[in-house]
């Protein structure tokens, strides 16, 4: 029997489906519907913005109205209004700061309470596998992943104080019920959610502060204060179910972690809205109440809002930045690395410290406190740089006009340091060497980890300003992947490799992602120029400041008029 003609195999060909273009297409259509997506994102932000400072876009009907609305007075900040936030007393925002570093203490405690319990937890509940021992963290972290995705959008959608205190409350729930949990499976479920609601606070923070510190500098300054606490909660952890797990009993770690939250809601309870979008609404709605017939309201109340644009445009705004904005892709690839490898010292430790040189857990919990001294070492680095680019700007330098370097050389600083400090680790964790000497590793750890992060964060917080909390969900929810994937490699692959093997394979792929801050120095500019997400950004701000100062100029010769007006009513009086 022959085989098919020539004819017949040629027209089967060219009937054949042609996928490759078609795929492409898709592809293509699919980025334009992000694009799209994120940049009615930016427009429809900053019109809200605009007519917040009274500075009201071109197709608007009128001073402080929106299409269509033109029986609708929308009310906006006053020059100095002493209710925004911006203009509020620095005694006030620092109180705000240390709320928020507070909270933010318990959320990280939280993450690493039961590090040092879980041995006793898995000896009760008769559970000898071991990568079971690494789950009480790694769903702790798995809210971690999925919490911010939902907590930051949100807070930028129905405002920050609320949202804080439902997720803190919350919080203290779930880690009550830890506290109670009655068997193996019912413990992970508990951390489970408790990480959910604890993530708030991490991904919600940043935008508080931005709502708060208009100047970038002072922004800065209080975000590296914000920062710093980060490291410490993870480093209490330790110590804290140390001691009491050989003493008191596993479960007082979690009851002790409960009073201190219990401690910290007082705080909470006493934190103000700062968004300032539900600040203006609130207004508004006062103004009503007190006379019926206004028609008064704020940008945000007459922003069209649905299920459909929450589910499409808010909640996926995290996910959109790590897939269309390199930027944010390449501060998640780094900071996720630099995240999980803090989180597998939290299995490493007890190899190193326990099973080499035979300390108690409590001990053991006690050589973390080397990172947190480090941790506050890269302060005065940071405040340090902060001068030297302030004494740069004043003479004028070119170099320091550049964005990328208000922040990023704190990076390219760290990024080695925290190299080092993983060789050091494990090449000086041997029997015949003193545990000192790995033990204050940590301080060369505590110094990058935190100048990577104070940069990077305050890097893409400045960038994408009034979608700052988005940014760092994105942040938040990638590195927390990691965090989770990893810890599970971690006793394996030091059994394979040995300590000094293992520390070595961490501080060769912490080298490779080193460059990253030197790409953002030497081609931060261009890369910028190119996301779609900022440039409208910018192109929006600018357009608002425009307007904004020319307001203001109406404003003054206005009043220059009326002044001359009433001087000459007065002449032709006399």
Known sequence: MSGPSADQASRRSQSRPRSGPRHDSSLSHFAELVQSISRQDVETRYKEEEADNRTPGDDSQGSGQFPGEEEKMIISWEIN???????????????????TMVTVI????????????????????????????????????MGYVFGPLMWGPLSEQVGRRNLSLTCFTMFLIWTMACALAPNWPAMLVFRYFVGLFASAPIAVTTGILADIFQDPVTRGRAMAWFMATTVFGPLMAPIISGFCSTSIGWRWTFW????????????????????????????????????????VYAAADLEYKDLRQLATRVLTRPVRMILTELIVTAVCIYLSLIYAIFYMSFEAFPIIFQDVYGLSPGVTGLCYLPIGAGACLALPIFFSYDHFLANAQARGAPWSKQEEFRRVPLAAIGGPIFVISLFWLGWTARPEVSFVAPMLAGIPFGIGFQLIFMALLNYITDAYEIFAASANAAASSSRSIFAVVLPFATTPMFTRLGISGACSLLGGLSLVMCVIPFIFIWKGEEIRARSKFCIALKERKLEMERKNEEQQRRKAAAAANGASSGNETEKETV
């Open 81 to 99: 209004d002493r209710e925004n936030p911006y203009n509020w007393p620095n005694w006030r925002k620092y109180i705000i700061l240390v709320t």
């Open 106 to 141: 318990n959320s990280t405690m939280g993450s690493a309470l039961p590090s040092m319990a879980i041995p006793f937890m898995t000896k009760e509940w008769g559970v000898t596998s071991q990568p079971q021992l690494v789950l009480p963290i790694s769903t702790f972290l």
């Open 256 to 295: 002790v972690g409960l009073i201190f939250a219990g401690l910290t809601l007082a705080m909470l309870l006493a934190l103000p809205e700062t968004y300032a979008p539900v600040l203006l609404s609130r207004r508004a709605a006062k103004i009503r109440k007190a006379d019926p017939s206004a028609q």
